[in-house]
């Protein structure tokens, strides 16, 4: 079974500050990562995936982030964020092992860009 | 680009009422999923299926069921509506793992 936390439930930064979105996962065997955006009133949109290959995985909108397996992490940045940047983000996890095709969900970060 | 449709936006029910949530996706996706969204509580999985008439308990499926009689379609019922079934229902579909899930806009349902 796979859990994920997401450390902050809220983060507020300045607009063109730099951000980091925290994401640490748990799992006894090898997983897909990704981190899905959600606006206002909407449903959620995919920003990113890491499935294998190069740790460092650019997404939409200029987000990128970095599976450490070492660190079982899966952390969110973005060097300058914006105030339309301000949703809730969320990271999930499945296994790339079985045929489940279930994504387990964190709880959610809250950010929150100021200007 | 794929797009997955909700019947309704917002919804409001009379508790003990029996509720229909619809869903369609139109990219041809074996799987599809429906999630309850609380603030807090992040996406929970109520059910999901992997091919037409099959379906598969989440982590949370008291209180519901749900029917696919159609690849494209996917419905989650509330038999009698509760208020603590009050909450954000969204509606995914994907083609496979690896893929992630595509979700439509969700449905507000507010059961007083």
């Known amino acids: 079974a796979q859990s994920v936390t997401q450390l902050d439930s809220q983060v507020p930064v300045f607009e063109e500050a730099p951000v980091e979105l925290r994401c640490n996962y748990s799992s006894s065997v090898s997983v897909y990562l990704f981190w899905y955006v959600q606006y206002p009133n909407q449903g959620l949109q995919l920003l990113l995936k890491y499935l294998s290959g190069s740790t460092l995985v650019k997404g939409i909108n200029g987000f990128e982030a970095e599976f450490n397996k070492s660190q079982t992490s899966f952390h969110l940045r973005k060097p300058s964020v914006h105030i339309s940047d301000t949703a809730e983000y969320f990271c999930?996890?499945?296994?790339?092992?079985?045929?489940?095709?279930?994504?387990?969900f964190g709880s959610g970060t809250r950010l929150l860009v100021r200007p | 680009d794929v797009k997955v449709t909700q019947s309704s936006r917002y919804l409001v029910k009379r508790t003990g009422e029996k509720v229909f949530l619809e869903c369609v996706q139109d990219?041809?996706?074996?799987?599809m999923f429906w999630y309850r969204q609380d603030p807090g509580l992040g996406l929970r999985l109520i059910y999901f299926?992997?091919?037409?008439?099959?379906?598969e308990k989440g982590d949370i499926p008291e209180g519901y069921s749900v029917s696919r009689e159609k690849k494209e379609r996917f419905s989650l019922i509330l038999e009698s509506a509760s208020t603590n079934q009050t909450s954000m229902y969204l509606c995914a579909s994907s083609p496979g793992t690896g893929w992630g899930q595509y979700f439509g806009p969700g449905t507000r349902l507010t059961v007083t």
């Open positions: 299926s992997y091919d037409v008439k099959m379906k």
């Open positions: 999930a996890v499945s296994s790339s092992v079985d045929s489940s095709y279930k994504l387990i």
């Open positions: 990219m041809d996706h074996e799987n």
